[in-house]
């Protein structure tokens, strides 16, 4: 089956065009999209990266790590032992399934179901999100500490926002 690509016209294709692309694209799953019509490029996309447009094509290079060469074992000079580095964090963030309402605890009278410093197991709750009158519990996927809470209780989220930061190094 072949695709059609919809005409585009460049008198009419303007700033106004580019902000509602930009729009249906944060609204949807797609995390990038490029949209190239002889000399006009405009490309979108959710990784951080301003969306581009212009009337000349543009490359990127692509980059390329450097290769280490490896010293000879006899050059080695004796080297001074520094104290062993703390491990790094390796944090695990749980981001909001859908939109709604962040809820810390299970009613407003109720202890958090964590705080900052508790220890979690996958499968223990962490907060409830509401959407449309439906209360959703959300848990853990991983073992760790919670470092940091970043919602305030009833406040509302966003589909892909970081609610949690775990750090998994810690147990």
Excluded: W
Aim: with cysteine.
């Amino acid at each position: 089956m072949a695709t059609t690509r919809p005409k585009v016209d460049k008198s009419r294709f303007d700033l106004h065009e580019i902000k509602k692309l930009i729009e249906l694209i944060e609204r949807s799953p797609i995390t990038e999209f490029e949209l190239v019509e002889k000399d006009l490029r405009v490309r979108i996309s959710k990784n951080g990266s301003a969306p581009v447009h212009g009337r000349e094509p543009s490359v990127v290079p692509a980059m390329v790590a450097p290769i280490a060469a490896p010293l000879p074992a006899a050059a080695a000079a004796p080297v001074e032992t520094a104290p062993p580095a703390e491990p790094k964090r390796q944090l695990y963030e749980l981001k909001s399934p859908m939109v709604g309402t962040f809820y810390r605890a299970p009613s407003p009278d109720a202890d958090p179901y964590v705080r900052v410093g508790d220890v979690v197991e996958p499968g223990k709750v962490l907060c409830i999100v509401e959407a449309m009158k439906l209360m959703n519990e959300l848990e853990s996927e991983v073992r760790g500490r919670i470092v940091e809470i970043l919602i305030d209780n009833a406040q509302p989220v966003e589909f892909g926002q970081i609610l949690f930061r775990i750090d998994t190094t810690a147990s």
